[in-house]
């Protein structure tokens, strides 16, 4: 559980209050204190200047705790962070996975019966590394799929949803800008 009063301040977006369905599954928060010198800790740019065009079948990063059922952790979190490389899926085969309509500002990556995220997962930030560069670019935040257990024990694989945080734009700047 994250303490409030390590924040400054906060922003949400209406996910919750829309029934879960029609997205907006987004929270900025500032830290009250920096993370320079923080050991594990790291930054990572927005996607906005430059602009940072993916395009199906190119990796994205998800880091979490989430549960991991393959290796017996079905329903807990995972004690030790956990690193995933998910290709990224067209939104087009998105929404034919899932045979209905999807948010307006998903972002979907492939899922796999043994490679996925899972529950505890959501709310973690995908990241992406720019072609010639080193610069890590947060691009999504994880936020539903299919359920892993369910997954491995042979359920067809559909299609990650994401946020895709270069559709918040305006939110997110707006957020930096009002100090």
Request: hydrophobic share 35%; glycine share 10%; with cysteine.
């Amino acid at each position: 559980m994250i303490m409030m009063e390590f924040f400054n301040r906060f922003a949400m977006g209406d996910f919750f209050t829309n029934n879960c369905e029609k997205g907006n599954d987004i929270v900025i928060m500032e830290l009250e204190s920096s993370i320079l010198g923080l050991e594990g800790a790291n930054y990572a740019c927005l996607p906005f200047l430059p602009a940072v065009p993916l395009s199906d079948g190119i990796n994205v990063t998800s880091f979490g705790w989430g549960s991991d059922p393959g290796k017996g952790y079905d329903h807990s979190i995972f004690p030790m962070i956990q690193q995933l490389e998910l290709a990224v899926d067209s939104l087009e085969t998105c929404k034919e996975n899932w045979g209905t309509k999807i948010p307006h500002d998903s972002f979907c990556t492939v899922e796999e019966e043994d490679k996925n995220v899972c529950s505890g997962d959501s709310g973690g930030g995908l990241t992406f590394v720019q072609p010639e560069s080193t610069r890590q670019y947060i691009i999504a935040i994880v936020s539903y799929g299919s359920d892993c257990v369910q997954l491995i024990g042979g359920s067809e694989p559909k299609s990650q949803i994401n946020t895709d945080i270069r559709k918040h734009k305006d939110f997110i700047l707006k957020f930096i800008n009002s100090k």
